[in-house]
């Protein structure tokens, strides 16, 4: 790769990488915030579960954006999501600013909130092979997953640190402003037509309200079809699982905070979260010639290490053993990102982003859901003792599926060895 141009002198990288970094900073500073006022005002992990599970509905409902992304201008919608949320988010400030603000208010504005980010996730795969090369995909998948899960780690962690020492609403006015230096990051990118497929030139013309709502059942299906059979389908169900365990976490983590030492506590086990990740974005890459089965049963030493954090006594262990617990699976997605981009055309990626998302993500409100429930019943620590077998499970399942475990490294993988017909995945006979 030495005799390709550097990946940063992508100048349209650069600046959808750049927005990224920050429209990431909102998002966490956001879910930080109104996660921990919804416990502050309520003392109810149910109900700060309940709005948890409404953050978490672009994953349930991505599928429904798939074929959207795939059909309409990237770019408005891009700049538009960051603005309307950068001008919604302010209606919480406000509303402390006034008096009013109250679980009700969250209630309110948080599906605003989830709805602008609705096509976030699949618009991010279906746009990067249009503003990178090919040889270029794993690497810059690699940079976007850290710049965001190290934001995370980041902005989680002094979040917390915000609104313990000043507020709700210093953080909500600076969330603000990150939403609108990111919609002026992507104004200017240029982004690539797809190329047409089977030689047809009709993807030149912009497609209309109209052709997008004829065609939207149909590329459903093709998202849907392009998967089925494929090894995809049983990655998706281990997936799902471990996001079942993430949802009972997060709605209860502010509660597990609590018990720790307050906002500053929970805003470092977010963090410890996203360093976890970022360790792990960081070195997927470098993990490109190990079997993919190898990678996959790592997640067993990812649930020891969260079972071990809730058990030991020291705050500065548990978070130090959370976030290990999630270097295994961060490592996994940024593998996955790549296979996605390599084995499936570039027309259909958005759709089958979607679709993968959504089968796989639609557990992350359910388990928000019902982790607020059985906290209130079993107890903070044991609902998180119990979540740590999301990762276990991964590693359980691949080990007793030899298909799985067998699995090729990333840079030798072929369609078949995942179950992708050479049809579903662009070559030709």
């Not at 993430?246 to 209860?252: K, R």
């Not at 290490?305 to 809730?310: H, N, P, S």
């Not at 699995?407 to 060895?417: G, I, K, T």
Request: proline share 5%; aromatic share 8%; hydrophobic share 50%.
């Amino acid at each position: 790769m030495t005799d390709q141009p550097s990946l940063w002198r992508n100048r349209d990288f650069r600046r959808f990488f750049a927005g990224q970094f920050v429209t990431n900073a909102g998002d966490s500073l956001y879910t930080v915030a109104v996660l921990w006022l919804a416990y502050q005002l309520s003392g109810s992990t149910v109900l700060t579960g309940a709005l948890n599970a409404i953050l978490l509905l672009p994953w349930l409902l991505q599928v429904l954006a798939g074929p959207l992304v795939d059909r309409l201008p990237l770019k408005p919608v891009l700049v538009g999501s960051q603005v309307i949320q950068g001008v919604v988010v302010l209606a919480l400030p406000l509303a402390a600013v006034t008096g009013r603000l109250s679980v009700g208010v969250l209630f309110a504005v948080v599906p605003v909130l989830m709805l602008a980010t609705l096509l976030m996730a699949p618009m991010e795969t279906a746009l990067l092979p249009r503003i990178v090369d090919d040889d270029r995909l794993s690497g810059a998948n690699s940079a976007l997953a850290t710049v965001t899960l190290g934001l995370d780690m980041v902005f989680d962690a002094v979040g917390g640190g915000v609104v313990a020492v000043f507020g709700a609403t210093t953080l909500f006015l600076l969330d603000s402003a990150t939403f609108g230096v990111a919609a002026l990051l992507f104004v200017g990118i240029t982004i690539r037509a797809p190329e047409p497929d089977d030689g047809n030139d009709s993807a030149e013309a912009g497609p209309t309200l109209r052709s997008v709502l004829r065609s939207y059942a149909s590329d459903l299906r093709a998202g849907v079809d392009a998967l089925r059979g494929t090894v995809f389908v049983e990655l998706v169900l281990t997936t799902a699982v471990a996001n079942f365990a993430t949802g009972v976490t997060l709605a209860i983590l502010p509660a597990f905070g609590a018990d720790l030492g307050g906002p500053a506590l929970y805003g470092l086990m977010l963090g410890a979260l996203g360093v976890g990740r970022l360790v792990g974005s960081v070195v997927g890459p470098y993990l490109e010639g190990v079997p993919y089965g190898t990678v996959l049963l790592a997640q067993g030493f990812g649930a020891a290490c969260w079972l071990a954090a809730v058990v030991v006594s020291s705050p500065a262990a548990t978070v130090a053993l959370f976030g290990l617990a999630w270097v295994p699976a961060a490592a996994s997605g940024v593998l996955t990102s790549t296979l996605n981009q390599r084995l499936f055309p570039t027309e259909i990626l958005g759709r089958i982003a979607a679709t993968k998302g959504t089968a796989s993500g639609a557990t992350l409100p359910l388990g928000s859901l019902v982790g607020g429930v059985v906290a209130e019943t079993l107890g903070t620590s044991t609902t998180m003792a119990l979540a740590a077998g999301g990762f276990g499970f991964t590693a359980i399942y691949v080990l007793g599926r030899p298909r799985l475990r067998r699995l090729p490294s990333v840079a030798d993988a072929q369609p078949e060895d995942f179950g992708v017909s050479r049809d579903r995945s662009g070559e030709e006979d």
